[in-house]
């Protein structure tokens, strides 16, 4: 029993962390006209170049996390997509009465939550991989080298 908590349960909690990443990445590869569409939508330029950027952090950054390879780093670039592209392409209080499930806002609202719900599951990545620590530790180094409290 002591493996299945110590061992498996971990690895199972960042598979279902990150599964969601690969199939979003053959999504965008099936659908390239519709995700490009996506991509170019907002005030952001460079809709083919961010496409591209997404597809790559999709696609390398979830075996990363589930295998133990730079993970805090790699949870560090999946939560930032993350909460970028929540709130960049799922803004739902831009749509007028968006609480309305017949407002063109209302499903931006699920979609803008699921992904800090993203967020913070990778924020715990970070942690157990020591990353956050690491930082911390790394910036009070540099606090002290400089004076900055």
């Known amino acids: 029993m002591e493996w299945l908590i110590n061992d498996a349960l971990p690895v199972l909690a960042r598979i279902f962390i990150v599964w969601i990443f690969p199939f979003s990445f053959l999504d965008k590869i099936i659908n390239w006209d519709g995700a490009l569409k996506q991509a ?54 831009t749509y007028p009465r968006f609480w309305s499930p017949q407002s063109e806002g209302y499903p931006h609202i699920w979609d803008f939550f699921k992904n800090f719900g993203l967020v913070g599951g990778l924020i715990y990545v970070m942690y157990d991989a020591g990353f956050i620590q690491t930082v911390g530790s790394d910036i009070e180094q540099v606090s002290m080298l400089t004076g900055v409290q």
């Open 40 to 93: 170019t939508s907002s005030w952001l330029p460079g809709g083919p170049v961010l496409l591209v950027l997404a597809m790559i952090v999709e696609l390398c950054t979830p075996p990363m996390i589930v295998f133990g390879f730079y993970d805090g780093i790699a949870a560090f670039v999946l939560a930032g997509y993350c909460a970028v592209t929540g709130v960049v392409y799922h803004a739902f209080w």
